[in-house]
């Protein structure tokens, strides 16, 4: 299957880049490699290939260690440093510069990551899964969620056994905290739009 980044106006992340990111958030939050793998529950091996840009880390994976880091998720992304504290700014997709960044199952573009202290994640994805085994495991995180199917169809599998299929247009509203996983079940992969609740603004969530 090809897989093609979601265009236009994204920025695609590189795992180098992305590896320099993580690095430093991790130092300049007094993390050890060894602390961040027991926090988050990520192997050490990962996150240190991670750092070297030698490997892709998974969506469930980016939550485990922005969980344990106690930053948003989008700020591992972003590379240009604490933003001006604008909380009345007023973003458009047309001012904005979404991010982008492709693991096995999901090719994500982050929606306005560089708002000031959001108190939502707002991403599109593309669905590339399509079986439960694609996954290492469920994918959980404090807080709930909201997804809308843009295009194509999906199933929405949960840990404890509910299984939802939504078609294009149809949307879903659920609490993050129970294991998921999100399958294409069209011939082309599925586009959604999902918008999760901020861990770090909720107080939900493990801190250090």
Request: charged share 20%; net charge negative; aromatic share 8%.
């Amino acid at each position: 299957m090809e897989i093609r980044p979601i265009k236009p106006l994204s920025e695609i992340i590189s795992k180098e880049a992305l590896g320099l990111r993580l690095r430093a958030i991790r130092k300049s939050k007094g993390f050890t490699l060894k602390a961040l793998s027991a926090q988050s529950g990520v192997a050490l091996s990962t996150l240190s290939k991670a750092e070297l840009g030698q490997t892709s880390l998974s969506y469930e994976k980016f939550v485990a260690i922005s969980w344990a880091l106690s930053v948003d998720m989008s700020e591992l992304f972003d590379a240009s440093g604490p933003h001006e504290d604008t909380r009345d700014a007023i973003l458009t997709s047309t001012s904005a510069t979404p991010k982008t960044y492709s693991t096995d199952n999901y090719e994500i573009k982050f929606l306005f990551g560089d708002a000031p202290h959001p108190i939502m994640i707002s991403m599109q994805a593309r669905i590339l899964s399509r079986s439960l085994d694609d996954f290492d495991d469920y994918i959980r995180h404090p807080g709930q969620e909201f997804v809308m199917v843009l295009s194509g169809s999906i199933r929405l599998h949960f840990e404890n056994g509910t299984v939802i299929a939504l078609n294009t247009s149809e949307s879903a509203y659920f609490n993050s905290t129970l294991g998921h996983k999100y399958l294409s079940t069209s011939p082309d992969p599925a586009e959604i739009l999902t918008i999760c609740t901020n861990v770090s603004d909720t107080g939900a969530g493990p801190h250090p």
